[in-house]
T-cell receptor, first 109, second 111 residues
Framework: GQQLNQSPQSMFIQEGEDVSMNCTSS?????WLWYKQDPGEGPVLLIA?????ELTSNGRLTAQFGITRKDSFLNISASIPSDVGIYFC?????????FGKGTRLSVIA | DTAVSQTPKYLVTQMGNDKSIKCEQN?????MYWYKQDSKKFLKIMFS???????INETVPNRFSPKSPDKAHLNLHINSLELGDSAVYFC??????????FGAGTRLSVL
């Protein structure tokens, strides 16, 4: 089945730093989604991407749908303490949505 | 109003018991899902229902039985609970099959 490799697995950064994480797939996706999960809560959608090459921003967050349709990245600029959480990429091709294993972000004030 | 709501939020029970988790969505979506998140935070789909019909049934023990009385509800019944069933169970819903909206999760601990 389809697999997603998400990296890094975890990150420790200083407040104010920029963050980058990415996902790669073994096969082509038609949709890439990025979710954030706060402690004790369910994943919340941050950004949805539907077209190869698409670059979309949501406040300090920017995500891109790779032109090969096999990868996506998420950037967070000027991180703040509330950015702490687990970020998941998710992709959908001809099969149900597949989730990456998450990037655990810690922000040191 | 909460879009996708699950009850209970916490469930602690003994091995061998039978328990149910309920999920309701008020988004008007036609597809609902159950996911299991293990201690390493891996999210794995278990079931999906579209308009009350089962469309995804991943490799899940048959002790787990989903039931959808209507398209706004998808409940999960678990028989003969085992230690390995301890996890966080998330309900989600979608309209297009792409963007899924998640509930806050049910934290199941089997002792």
């Amino acid at each position: 089945g389809q697999q997603l490799n998400q990296s890094p697995q975890s990150m420790f950064i200083q407040e104010g730093e920029d963050v980058s994480m990415n996902c790669t797939s073994s096969s082509i996706f038609n949709t890439w989604l990025w979710y954030k999960q706060d402690p004790g809560e369910g994943p919340v959608l941050l950004i949805a991407l539907y077209k190869a090459g698409e670059l979309t921003s949501n406040g300090r967050l920017t995500a891109q749908f790779g032109i090969t349709r096999k990868d996506s990245f998420l950037n967070i600029s000027a991180s703040i303490p509330s950015d702490v959480g687990i970020y998941f990429c998710a992709g959908q091709g001809n099969t149900p949505l597949v989730f990456g294993k998450g990037t655990r972000l810690s922000v040191i004030a | 109003d909460t879009a996708v709501s699950q009850t209970p939020k916490y469930l602690v029970t003994q091995m061998g018991n039978d328990k149910s988790i309920k999920c309701e969505q008020n988004l008007g979506h036609d597809t609902m899902y159950w996911y299991k998140q293990d201690s390493k935070k891996f999210l794995k789909i278990m079931f999906s229902y579209n308009n009350k019909e089962l469309i995804i049934n991943e490799t899940v023990p048959n002790r787990f039985s989903p039931k959808s009385p209507d398209k706004a509800h998808l409940n999960l019944h678990i028989n003969s609970l085992e230690l390995g069933d301890s996890a966080v169970y998330f309900c989600a819903s979608s309209q297009t099959g792409n963007i899924q909206y998640f509930g806050a999760g049910t934290r199941l601990s089997v002792l």
